[in-house]
Structure formats: structure tokens, C-alpha cells
């Protein structure tokens, strides 16, 4: 099995000056926002942290590919870094300190690209969340002071915890009867929202959670960190890994009725 602590450790040091640069202009007066095309925000901090990881990654893995949200994709290859340089831009801008970096490495192999490390920063929480294929997921300040991570073994669903980001898009594909169905016959619903449920999936302080729509850049980094813990990460149609365009990610032994209830169209 190849051994990914390399690019784990390389992973480290894009996001510790990722953070800088985020955690600098976090509050700013005068930070600039604009909208893209699909009406979502986009910052000065974002395109700032892209261009940093990206320019780091020219010089220390140029034959790799890399994929941004902010710039698409670039070289080819059977190794490709998957970038979102602030998942939460929303909270960014307007302050709220959950937001986060989101490094990820994937590879090809039999079943496509698949991610094989995976960071997730956040500096305004004062936490980070890390994975590498076959090395488990940790979390804690550095890879020196790091405590490993595990799901929980909740097996009820009505002793369970879910996590969610909004309502509005389980609406608009008309999964709404579904989800409602699921926050009523479990014991705790929180909308955390973005990246946090999943770590927390991670940690084994909530047991599931899933969001409707998503991009690779969302999920890359998150789904390694949830299954290197000894979870589950599928798109809502059971296909493992995040490909799907959307995500549900659970302690395992939730995810059947995790799916089930979501797949409930009626």
C-alpha cells in the first residue's frame, strides 16, 4: 500500500498558510465580496488562499493536477489535489467562525478518483482534522499533538443525532416528506451546516448527516476524514465516496436507515 505521510505533512503546511492569509482578512472592514454566476459569495480571501495553495503545489508537486473552486482544473494525471480555499464563505463574510480550508489529494485508481488524504482547517474554531489512506483520522493542533479520531457505535436511530445545513434544498428536490420523517424519529437535529457535521460524524459526537447538493471540492477532504474514522460517506444514492453530487455520512451502522429515509420521494 503506498504511503501517503508526505503529502499528509504537505497537506499540513498549504493549509497553515492557508489559514494566515484567511484568519488576516477574517472581520476585515474592507474585504470585497462579490457573486459568481450560480448567486453564491465569493471574497478577496477565498481567490487569495487558492492562488497560495496552488502556487505552493506548482513547486512542490508540479507533475500533479489540481482541482480549485474558485480556478477549475489544471494538468492531468493520475494524482489530483481537490481544493476549496473557504467552505463556508457565507459565514466568512458575515463573521460567523465556521468556515474552513479543505485540502485533499486523490488518486486514481479501479473505481475512478478516489481521495487518499484529506485536511480540513478551520483557525477561527482553533481546530484541524486530518486523514491519510490507511493511517486513521485525527484531529488536534499539529501531527505531534494529535488524538485519533473514531465514530460512535450509536445504533438506534432513536438515540441519534443528525446533522443538516438548511431545509431549503431538501425541498426543491423533493425530498422534504423524507427528511422531515427522519428529524422526527431521531432523538437530536442541529443545523450545523458546511463541513463541521461531518467532522463531528468523525469525532463520534453526532452520529449522521447529509446535504442535498454539493461539489467534489465540498467533499473530497471531509469523506476520507469520516471513513479513515470508521464511517460511512455515500452520495443519497448509496454510491461510496463523493461522487454523487450530494453526501450522506454516517457512524455506519445508521446509514441504511439514513438512506432510506432520504430516498423517500412521495
Same mark, same amino acid.
Given at each position: 500500500?503506498?504511503?501517503?505521510?508526505?503529502?499528509?505533512?504537505?497537506?499540513?503546511?498549504?493549509?497553515?498558510?492557508?489559514?494566515? @492569509? *484567511?484568519?488576516? !482578512?477574517?472581520?476585515?472592514? $474592507?474585504?470585497?465580496?462579490? +457573486? =459568481?454566476?450560480?448567486?453564491?459569495? &465569493?471574497?478577496?480571501?477565498?481567490?487569495?488562499?487558492?492562488?497560495?495553495?496552488?502556487?505552493?503545489?506548482?513547486?512542490?508537486?508540479?507533475?500533479?493536477?489540481?482541482?480549485?473552486?474558485?480556478?477549475?482544473?489544471? @494538468? *492531468?494525471?493520475? !494524482?489530483?489535489?481537490?481544493? $476549496?480555499?473557504?467552505?463556508? +464563505? =457565507?459565514?466568512?463574510?458575515?463573521? &460567523?467562525?465556521?468556515?474552513?480550508?479543505?485540502?485533499?489529494?486523490?488518486?486514481?485508481?479501479?473505481?475512478?478518483?478516489?481521495?487518499?488524504?484529506?485536511?480540513?482547517?478551520?483557525?477561527?474554531?482553533?481546530?484541524?482534522?486530518?486523514?491519510?489512506?490507511?493511517?486513521?483520522?485525527?484531529?488536534?493542533?499539529?501531527?505531534?499533538?494529535?488524538?485519533?479520531?473514531?465514530?460512535?457505535?450509536?445504533?438506534?436511530?432513536?438515540?441519534?443525532?443528525?446533522?443538516?445545513?438548511?431545509?431549503?434544498?431538501?425541498?426543491?428536490?423533493?425530498?422534504?416528506?423524507?427528511?422531515?420523517?427522519?428529524?422526527?424519529?431521531?432523538?437530536?437535529?442541529?443545523?450545523?451546516?458546511?463541513?463541521?457535521?461531518?467532522?463531528?460524524?468523525?469525532?463520534?459526537?453526532?452520529?449522521?448527516?447529509?446535504?442535498?447538493?454539493?461539489?467534489?471540492?465540498?467533499?473530497?477532504?471531509?469523506?476520507?476524514?469520516?471513513?479513515?474514522?470508521?464511517?460511512?460517506?455515500?452520495?443519497?444514492?448509496?454510491?461510496?465516496?463523493?461522487?454523487?453530487?450530494?453526501?450522506?455520512?454516517?457512524?455506519?451502522?445508521?446509514?441504511?436507515?439514513?438512506?432510506?429515509?432520504?430516498?423517500?420521494?412521495?
Amino acid at each position: 500500500m503506498a504511503d501517503y505521510l508526505d503529502d499528509l505533512r504537505l497537506a499540513h503546511v498549504l493549509a497553515d498558510a492557508a489559514d494566515a @492569509g *484567511t484568519m488576516d !482578512r477574517f472581520k476585515a472592514l $474592507d474585504l470585497k465580496v462579490e +457573486t =459568481k454566476p450560480d448567486m453564491t459569495p &465569493v471574497s478577496e480571501a477565498d481567490k487569495a488562499a487558492e492562488e497560495l495553495i496552488r502556487g505552493q503545489l506548482q513547486r512542490a508537486r508540479p507533475r500533479d493536477a489540481v482541482l480549485g473552486e474558485e480556478y477549475g482544473v489544471e @494538468g *492531468t494525471g493520475p !494524482r489530483r489535489w481537490v481544493i $476549496d480555499p473557504i467552505d463556508g +464563505t =457565507k459565514n466568512y463574510v458575515r463573521g &460567523v467562525p465556521v468556515w474552513a480550508t479543505l485540502i485533499s489529494l486523490m488518486e486514481a485508481g479501479e473505481s475512478g478518483f478516489q481521495p487518499v488524504v484529506g485536511v480540513v482547517s478551520a483557525p477561527a474554531l482553533g481546530r484541524r482534522w486530518w486523514a491519510a489512506k490507511g493511517h486513521g483520522a485525527y484531529s488536534g493542533r499539529s501531527l505531534s499533538a494529535a488524538t485519533r479520531l473514531h465514530v460512535s457505535r450509536v445504533s438506534e436511530l432513536s438515540d441519534a443525532s443528525f446533522a443538516y445545513s438548511s431545509l431549503g434544498g431538501w425541498e426543491e428536490r423533493g425530498r422534504l416528506n423524507g427528511f422531515l420523517d427522519l428529524t422526527r424519529a431521531v432523538w437530536r437535529t442541529r443545523a450545523y451546516g458546511d463541513f463541521w457535521p461531518y467532522m463531528m460524524v468523525a469525532e463520534g459526537s453526532i452520529d449522521m448527516c447529509a446535504e442535498p447538493e454539493l461539489s467534489l471540492w465540498d467533499m473530497a477532504a471531509t469523506a476520507i476524514v469520516v471513513t479513515e474514522a470508521g464511517g460511512v460517506f455515500t452520495g443519497l444514492d448509496g454510491r461510496p465516496g463523493p461522487h454523487s453530487g450530494n453526501a450522506a455520512a454516517s457512524n455506519g451502522l445508521l446509514h441504511d436507515h439514513l438512506l432510506d429515509h432520504l430516498n423517500q420521494r412521495y
